[in-house]
């Protein structure tokens, strides 16, 4: 009943600026959280930064500075603002987001499929 859809990752260059971008659709009632993880190859996934409903935000701090999490609500949307690119931020970055449902008294938590980001020259 309820998917995200993923877009924005690709080959970029050190240094640059992509946007990454999440969709929720599907029998929502409400989202208390979205948010961003990444996992390089042999690694385990991390944190990279959380939105909560109403504005607090959390960052990694290797990212901290350079990317910024932001929501439309009306369209369900997390984005991640990707500045100074260095190729260790080279990954799968999944989206993450904490869902009500409509056939759910609670909220629980919601993947993506992962958008794979390459920093390389």
């Known amino acids: 009943q309820v998917h995200l859809v993923e877009s924005g990752g690709g080959l970029v260059q050190p240094g640059g600026s992509p946007r990454l971008s999440c969709a929720a659709s599907g029998s929502i009632l409400s989202i208390n959280a979205m948010g961003w993880y990444r996992q390089a190859p042999g690694k385990q996934r991390e944190l990279v930064a959380f939105?909560?409903?109403?504005?607090?935000?959390n960052y990694e701090d290797s990212v901290k500075g350079r990317f910024t999490i932001s929501r439309d609500n009306a369209k369900n949307t997390v984005f991640l603002q990707m500045n100074s690119l260095k190729p260790e931020d080279t990954a799968v970055y999944y989206c993450?987001?904490?869902?009500?449902?409509?056939?759910?008294?609670?909220?629980?938590?919601?993947w993506g499929q992962g958008t794979q980001v390459t920093v390389s020259s």
């Open positions: 993450i987001a904490h869902i009500r449902s409509i056939s759910s008294t609670s909220a629980s938590p919601y």
């Open positions: 939105i909560i409903s109403g504005g607090p935000t």
